[in-house]
């Protein structure tokens, strides 16, 4: 199989760390130049449902079991970074249990970081609810190096602010994670 530079991240990644939810899929940041070995590895046993943009160099391939016969199985969501905050996250991966087996996961940091972006930018959906609920959840772990993540966000006044903001927050009643 071809090496690539890649990160686990999103819901496998969080239950890597131990926070565990629920996925549909599997979220992989994918270094740019190895992207389409990557796909062209994985053909034998996947077929591509779809890329981003359709022609020219690809930043998002969805690709899904060709064993699949129904739409309920786990597709692989391949991404190229496109933001300092994923490219960080490619660059800073750490050594993780998913799957039974040692894989390459986004950092704790990177996935609050990923998540907090993602819910700043639909902070009035219930989809960005769940990302900042994620974010806040990956830090009650204890395991975030919170003075990494300041430093990271310094230049950037809304999630500096919603750092800030989540750090602050009580902690909500019911099951912590384990």
């Given at each position: 199989?071809?090496?690539?530079?890649?990160?686990i991240?999103?819901?496998?990644?969080?239950s890597a760390?131990?926070?565990?939810?629920y996925?549909?899929?599997i979220?992989?940041?994918?270094?740019?130049?190895?992207?389409?070995?990557?796909?062209?590895?994985?053909?034998?046993?996947?077929?591509?449902?779809?890329?981003?943009?359709?022609?020219?160099?690809?930043?998002?391939?969805?690709?899904?079991?060709?064993?699949?016969?129904?739409?309920?199985?786990?597709?692989?969501?391949?991404?190229?970074p496109?933001?300092?905050?994923e490219?960080?996250?490619?660059?800073?991966?750490?050594?993780?249990?998913?799957?039974?087996?040692?894989?390459?996961?986004?950092?704790?940091?990177?996935?609050?970081?990923?998540?907090?972006?993602?819910?700043?930018?639909?902070?009035?959906?219930?989809?960005?609810?769940?990302?900042?609920?994620?974010?806040?959840?990956?830090?009650?772990?204890?395991?975030?190096?919170?003075?990494?993540?300041r430093?990271?966000?310094?230049?950037?006044?809304?999630?500096?602010?919603?750092?800030?903001?989540?750090?602050?927050?009580?902690?909500?009643?019911g099951?912590r994670?384990e």
């Amino acid at each position: 199989m071809t090496r690539a530079d890649y990160a686990i991240c999103g819901a496998v990644a969080m239950s890597a760390h131990g926070a565990e939810r629920y996925t549909r899929d599997i979220d992989v940041l994918v270094a740019a130049a190895s992207i389409e070995p990557v796909v062209a590895a994985l053909a034998r046993t996947m077929r591509e449902l779809g890329r981003e943009p359709e022609h020219g160099p690809a930043y998002q391939i969805k690709l899904r079991s060709k064993r699949a016969t129904t739409t309920a199985g786990v597709d692989i969501d391949l991404m190229v970074p496109v933001d300092a905050v994923e490219a960080w996250a490619l660059s800073n991966t750490v050594r993780a249990k998913a799957f039974d087996r040692k894989v390459d996961v986004a950092s704790v940091e990177a996935l609050v970081l990923m998540k907090l972006r993602a819910y700043l930018s639909d902070p009035e959906t219930a989809v960005g609810a769940k990302h900042r609920t994620d974010a806040f959840t990956l830090l009650e772990l204890g395991r975030a190096d919170v003075a990494a993540l300041r430093q990271f966000v310094r230049s950037d006044a809304a999630m500096a602010t919603e750092l800030d903001r989540m750090l602050r927050a009580p902690r909500p009643r019911g099951r912590r994670p384990e």
